[in-house]
């Protein structure tokens, strides 16, 4: 009877231990099992990430393709139409009209055709810069700034500190872009008279540092209207900034002077 007990209790112990081995055996495929999932997870994200990237990537491609295209466009052809026609009117000479309105007209159209020609000129300019290429990031946004600098309406000045080492064009042309959505929203939504732009070449990175006034944004603010429907410029430079692994600061003073920090590390 007692040897009974002691097999009985054998057989309990035995059998909760294979019990116990078993429980920790499916604990462990189980984890094993999620280790896997998780992995496969995670290389799926990669995966979609450097898909998104590689779709990003070829989308401004196609749009800087497309710039470079309008731009040939509108310089060799529209323009060389407008010039034609200014040389054929620059041919009539106001002493062989016989009124006086019919003089101040053809003065008109003479204005009108410069002012036209200016325009396509700057249209095709903004939309694929020469400056990138031939003298780098520098000289085109000092470019850019001499164009919007209209004091006393508003005012843009730009400063270099020590000289900045050229980037493929691609890259340099992607941080003009930046620099000009950053521009285009500051003079639109901001209401500012000015804005300093200061470059500083870091060790391992460059910053565009933007300093204006008037209604700024903060951080929060920026990310809130990135994912607004309508914000599409901040979409496009927010991908920008994505490809070249940059990161935006936006700060928002109580005094009226804001800043907004661009970062573009020269590895990616």
């Known amino acids: 009877m007692h040897e009974e007990q002691i097999n009985i209790v054998s057989l309990i112990i035995y059998g909760t231990i294979v019990m116990i081995a078993l429980l920790l055996t499916i604990v462990f495929f189980v984890l094993i099992h999620q280790r896997k999932v998780i992995q496969y997870q995670l290389q799926l994200k990669e995966v979609n990430e450097a898909q998104q990237k590689k779709l990003t990537v070829a989308a401004i491609e196609s749009e800087e393709a497309e710039r470079k295209r309008i731009s040939a466009e509108l310089h060799d052809e529209?323009?060389?139409l407008?010039?034609?026609v200014k040389l054929y009117l620059s041919q009539v000479q106001p002493e062989h009209l016989n009124s006086d309105s019919k003089i101040k007209l053809l003065n008109q159209s003479k204005d009108l055709l410069d002012e036209s020609i200016k325009t396509v000129r700057n249209i095709s300019s903004?939309?694929?810069p020469m400056l990138i290429a031939d003298f780098g990031l520098e000289s085109t946004?000092?470019?850019?700034?001499?164009?919007?600098?209209?004091?006393?309406?508003?005012?843009?000045?730009?400063?270099?500190e020590d000289a900045i080492s050229r980037m493929p064009a691609d890259k340099e042309l992607a941080v003009f872009r930046i620099v000009q959505e950053v521009t285009n929203n500051v003079i639109k939504h901001s209401g500012a008279t000015y804005i300093y732009y200061s470059v500083v070449q870091q060790t391992d990175a460059l910053e565009v540092h933007f300093k204006y006034n008037g209604n700024g944004l903060g951080q929060q603010e920026y990310e809130e209207k990135l994912y607004h429907s309508q914000g599409l410029g901040l979409k496009n430079m927010q991908n920008r900034l994505n490809i070249l692994k940059g990161d935006v600061l936006y700060q928002k003073n109580d005094n009226l002077t804001n800043t907004i920090t661009v970062k573009?590390?020269?590895s990616a």
Do not use: E
């Open 78 to 80: 529209v323009g060389a």
């Open 82 to 84: 407008l010039s034609t």
């Open 126 to 128: 903004n939309l694929q």
């Open 141 to 160: 946004i000092q470019h850019f700034c001499n164009k919007i600098n209209q004091p006393p309406v508003f005012t843009a000045t730009l400063t270099v």
């Open 264 to 266: 573009i590390p020269f």
